[in-house]
């Protein structure tokens, strides 16, 4: 059961580059998170989103609902953006129970 | 605030020995998670707490047993250590009172390896 894709697997950028990071579902959702996770492998959230864009800082996260995709941008990479970006499915209800891509891993180099 | 933190950060184990994961929040969260990590894998659902004084059962769940000893507590427990449990073990927390999904706060995880 693959409830959901992330691609690429793996991205090298140069520093300044736009990056864009997919997300695909193929069950309805009440929400989806965007989570990072550092090399030394702290994870920590993102963004939490059920519908159109959410900002911060020089992240952006998309979700359709109807296309069942999200996609989460960096704008101006920096090599400290380096690190897994996973996004994870919200079926929303009273355990607050998360499905989790595999995770995408982003090098930006300077 | 010290969010959610593990104890111990690493372990070796040899195979059918024992051990307790602890975790530990203190956000007033009512939900916590373990979770492990393994390569090429999502993290997957061990088990859950969605309150104080129940458990359930995760996506897998077999050879692991849990504990809610109290709101900030939250142990997980192998009873007898297999190679396929080397991973690396996550505990979450949430607080679901604010909506119908919220952000999960994740501990610092538990690299633990079953020779």
């Known amino acids: 059961k693959n409830e959901v894709e992330q691609s690429p697997q793996n991205l090298t950028a140069q520093e300044g580059e736009f990056i864009t990071i997919n997300c695909s579902y193929s069950v309805g959702i009440s929400a989806l998170h965007w989570l990072q996770q550092h090399p030394g492998g702290g994870i920590v959230s993102l963004f939490m989103l059920s519908s159109g864009k959410k900002k911060h800082g020089r992240l952006i996260a998309t979700i359709n609902i109807q296309e069942k995709h999200s996609s989460l941008h960096i704008t101006a990479s920096h090599p400290r953006d380096s690190a897994v970006y996973i996004c994870?499915?919200?079926?929303?209800?009273?355990?607050?129970?998360?499905?989790f891509g595999t995770g995408t891993l982003l090098a930006v180099q300077p | 605030n010290a969010g959610v933190t593990q104890t111990p950060k690493f372990q070796v184990l040899k195979t059918g020995q024992s051990m307790t994961l602890q975790c530990a929040q203190d956000m007033n969260h009512n939900s916590m998670y373990w979770y492990r990590q393994d390569p090429g894998m999502g993290l997957r659902l061990i088990y859950y707490?969605?309150?104080?004084?129940?458990?359930d059962k995760g996506e897998v769940p077999n050879g692991y047993n849990v504990s809610r000893l109290n709101k900030r507590e939250f142990s997980l427990r192998l009873e007898s250590a297999a190679p396929s449990q080397t991973s690396v073990y996550f505990c979450?927390?949430?607080?679901?009172?604010?909506?119908?999904?919220?952000?999960?706060?994740f501990g610092p995880g538990t690299r633990l390896t079953v020779l």
């Open positions: 707490s969605a309150s104080e004084g129940t458990t």
């Open positions: 994870a499915l919200d079926y929303g209800g009273a355990t607050n129970k998360l499905i």
């Open positions: 979450a927390s949430s607080e679901l009172a604010r909506g119908p999904y919220n952000e999960q706060f």
